[in-house]
């Protein structure tokens, strides 16, 4: 084998390593496929998912703040959001969908033991960075809007 040609197999060799590199970290999930695969997971143990109708990418801290201060139909909910005891840097996305949904919230059972509970439209949950998920709210759309805090 020739001198050039063994710096050209050389050369093949080094760029060949080069491009493979040293292994990339696993990418984030963007928040869609966050609310597509875990939370979509959580949202249909619940029932039929129609669609993912929002998500927001957020951090405990502003999502907890957002939650804090959202209003309800009669003024601000008042409400404590379960997020104050996790770091407020955490990254979070806040998921919505529609579709029809069962909670185990509702009237008492009747006289067979079934409980009648009337079909939500609307569900939110929240998808944390592990993946483990969490129901925020169920209810009507026409009283449970689409939002969420602003991206960090």
Known sequence: MTKACLKR??????????????????????????????????????GRVDRISGAYPSTAGDLATFQEN??????PSGAQSSLLSRPPTDKVTFCYYDGSFHVAKGPPPD????????????????VFEDGT???????????????????P
């Open 70 to 75: 959202q209003n309800a139909p009669d003024g």
């Open 9 to 46: 197999a050389l050369l093949l060799l080094v760029v060949t390593l080069a491009a493979c590199g040293a292994p990339h970290p696993a990418a984030e999930p963007t928040p869609n496929e966050a609310c597509a695969t875990q939370g979509m997971q959580a949202a249909q143990g619940y």
């Open 133 to 151: 998920t969490e129901l925020v709210a169920v209810g009507p759309k026409q009283y449970f809007p689409v939002e969420g805090p602003d991206p």
């Open 111 to 126: 006289l067979n033991g079934v409980v009648a509970t009337p079909a939500q439209e609307r569900m939110s949950v929240i």
